[in-house]
C-alpha cells in the first residue's frame, strides 16, 4: 500500500485544517490513537488561539470517549500559550492527555522554543527552559485531573513542543505509556536516565528537523539527550522501522528522501521548500503510523 505524503504548508502550519480525524473509527492500537490525538490537539477557534472545545468533543464522542477536560493558560486573554486536553474513555478506563504543539501565529509558543538554556527540573536533572515553563502553565490543573482520574489507565502524548511537555509531564507522573510524535531533545542525560524504564515509544519521520535539537552540545558542554532506546523511524517509503538513533540506514535513508523532495515538492507553489520541515507535519506521521499499528 502506497501511504500518501503531503508537502503543503497548511498541513505543516495549520495541522487541523484539512483534517478528517479517525476516518476508519477508533484504532486498535494505542500509537495509532495516539498520534491522531496529536494532530486533534491542533483544533483551535478562528477568533483565538483557544482551543475549538465542541470539535473536538465531536470527534471524541464518535470514538466512544465519554468526556474531555481542557487546560489552556489561564492568563492569556487571546487564547495563546500552553494547550492540551485529557479525553476520557469511561467505560474502559482509558485517559489520553495530549499536549498542543507550536502554533506558529502564538509568540509565545516560539518564545518557550527558543528560550534553550537548560534549568533545573523539579523531578531531577536540566530541562530545556522554555518547554519546562510550557509545562507550568498548565500543570496545577493537569495534576488535579489526573488525580480525580487515578483509576484509568493514562497515555501522554504530543507533537513537537506538545511532546516535549508530555515528556516533561511523564517525569513527574508516570504514565501507562508515552507516545512522541516529532519530539525535540527536552532535557540532559541526568534528566533522560530518570524516564529509563518507562514504556517510551519516540516517533521519527525521516528527515523532520525538530528532533534534531536542540543541539547536544551548547558551548561545549553536553546539555541534551534523548530518552533511551529505539526510535520508531518512518523512512523514505513511508514504513514504520524500529532501529538504534545511530543506525547508519538512517542516513542514506535521508540523502535519498532529501534528494526526491529536491525534484518533486521543493519548487510547487503551495509546499514547503524544506523536507526537514515538511516531515514535521503531524499528517506525515499519523499515515504511516495509523497503517502500522491500526
Known amino acids: 500500500m502506497r501511504i500518501p505524503y503531503s ?4 498541513d505543516l502550519y495549520y495541522p487541523a485544517k484539512h483534517a478528517v480525524f479517525f476516518p476508519n473509527g ?28 465542541d470539535r473536538i468533543r465531536k470527534v471524541l464522542g464518535r470514538i466512544q470517549f465519554t468526556d474531555c477536560r481542557f487546560f489552556e493558560k489561564p492568563t492569556a486573554p487571546d487564547g495563546g500559550g500552553s494547550h492540551a486536553f485529557l479525553a476520557l474513555d469511561g467505560d474502559n478506563k482509558i485517559a489520553v492527555l495530549s499536549f498542543r504543539g507550536t502554533d506558529k501565529d502564538d509568540p509565545s509558543d516560539l518564545a518557550d522554543d ?25 500543570w496545577p490543573a493537569v495534576e488535579a485531573a489526573l488525580q480525580e482520574f487515578n483509576q484509568y489507565e493514562f497515555l501522554f502524548t504530543g ?28 532535557g540532559d542525560q541526568a534528566f533522560a536516565d530518570l524516564l529509563r524504564g ?55 535513508d535521508q540523502t535519498k528522501a532529501e534528494e526526491d523532495y529536491l525534484k518533486n515538492y521543493s519548487w510547487r507553489i503551495g509546499d514547503v521548500a524544506l523536507r526537514p520541515l515538511a516531515d514535521h507535519a503531524p499528517v506525515n506521521y499519523v499515515l504511516p503510523v495509523t497503517v502500522a499499528t491500526p
Open 7 to 10: 508537502a503543503e504548508k497548511d
Open 198 to 252: 518507562l514504556d517510551n515509544h519516540r516517533y521519527v519521520d525521516c528527515c523532520d528537523l525538530v528532533p534534531r535539537v536542540p543541539p547536544e552540545e551548547i558551548l561545549g558542554l553536553k546539555c541534551y539527550a534523548h530518552l533511551p532506546g529505539k526510535i520508531h523511524y518512518i523512512d523514505f517509503d513511508r514504513a514504520v522501522r524500529q532501529l538504534d538513533p545511530s543506525d547508519p540506514y538512517i542516513d542514506g
Open 114 to 138: 527558543l528560550n534553550l538554556l537548560p534549568q533545573p527540573w523539579q523531578g531531577g536533572g536540566d530541562v530545556h527552559s522554555g518547554f519546562g515553563q510550557a509545562l507550568r502553565e498548565i
Open 26 to 53: 477508533r484504532p486498535q492500537s494505542d500509537a495509532a490513537l495516539c498520534v491522531e490525538m496529536t494532530r486533534l490537539a491542533y483544533c483551535q477557534l478562528d477568533t483565538s488561539f483557544a482551543l475549538d472545545r
Open 159 to 186: 507533537h513537537s513542543l506538545g511532546a516535549a511537555m508530555a515528556t516533561l509531564a511523564s517525569s513527574l507522573q508516570a504514565p501507562k505509556s508515552l507516545y512522541t510524535i516529532g519530539c525535540p531533545r527536552v
